[in-house]
T-cell receptor, first 115, second 117 residues
Framework: GAVVSQHPSRVICKSGTSVKIECRSL??????MFWYRQFPKQSLMLMAT?????????EQGVEKDKFLINHASLTLSTLTVTSAHPEDSSFYIC???????????FGEGSWLTVV | AQTVTQSQPEMSVQEAETVTLSCTYD???????LFWYKQPPSRQMILVIR??????QNATENRFSVNFQKAAKSFSLKISDSQLGDAAMYFC??????????????FGKGITLSVRP
């Protein structure tokens, strides 16, 4: 089945630095990728939707200058948390949708801890 | 905008028994998809089952089945012969067909299912 690989699975960074999370679709071309944030025991909160070669569409309340999303190819999307602060610590999950298809596949997620 | 409601935050079931997880949604659309996702402690989101709204027949996947009531906008998940590995957080999700490729998943708040040995 389709697989989405997300790296790193865990990352610790210092406050004020930037950190990049990668999301790769391994055996399918993901026209659209979605980035979510999830706090413990809560639901997934959609941050942004990205299409290959286009600017991402951010959900209301998500700072686009802080959470930079790039979708440079049909198999790779990245989320960069810029000038990270402790309140950005969370679990981030990406998902991808095939060019043709109705199923959305999720990455394994990334734990970000900002110290 | 569509909303998905999972009103039960937690449920518990005895191993080998059957449990039903509730989900209701609100939409003005006639065609859409509904999903149940499982999120075990590993946090990996796993698709459990999918239902197309235009299909009257309830979807089934082995021990998992749904009761889809379109008029009532209800989409419950039944887990038969519960196993310890079923313990996880379960999310009900809605996806519109109107916005095409950018159509996002709208999730409910989730329900934590525990399985008693």
């Amino acid at each position: 089945g389709a697989v989405v690989s997300q790296h790193p699975s865990r990352v610790i960074c210092k406050s004020g630095t930037s950190v990049k999370i990668e999301c790769r679709s391994l055996d399918f071309q993901a026209t659209t990728m979605f980035w979510y944030r999830q706090f413990p025991k809560q639901s997934l909160m959609l941050m942004a939707t990205s299409n290959e070669g286009s600017k991402a569409t951010y959900e209301q309340g998500v700072e686009k200058d802080k959470f930079l999303i790039n979708h440079a190819s049909l198999t790779l999307s990245t989320l960069t948390v810029t000038s990270a602060h402790p309140e950005d610590s969370s679990f981030y999950i990406c998902s991808g949708r095939q060019v043709s298809g109705n199923t959305i596949y999720f990455g394994e997620g990334s734990w970000l801890t900002v110290v | 905008a569509q909303t998905v409601t999972q009103s039960q935050p937690e449920m518990s079931v005895q191993e080998a028994e059957t449990v039903t997880l509730s989900c209701t949604y609100d939409t003005s659309e006639s065609d859409y998809y509904l999903f149940w996702y499982k999120q075990p402690p590993s946090r990996q989101m796993i698709l459990v089952i999918r239902q197309e709204a235009y299909k009257q027949q309830n979807a089934t996947e082995n021990r998992f089945s749904v009761n889809f009531q379109k008029a009532a906008k209800s989409f419950s998940l039944k887990i038969s012969d519960s196993q310890l590995g079923d313990a996880a957080m379960y999310f009900c999700a809605y996806r519109s067909l109107i916005t095409g490729a950018n159509s996002k998943l709208t999730f409910g708040k989730g329900i934590t299912l525990s399985v008693r040995p």
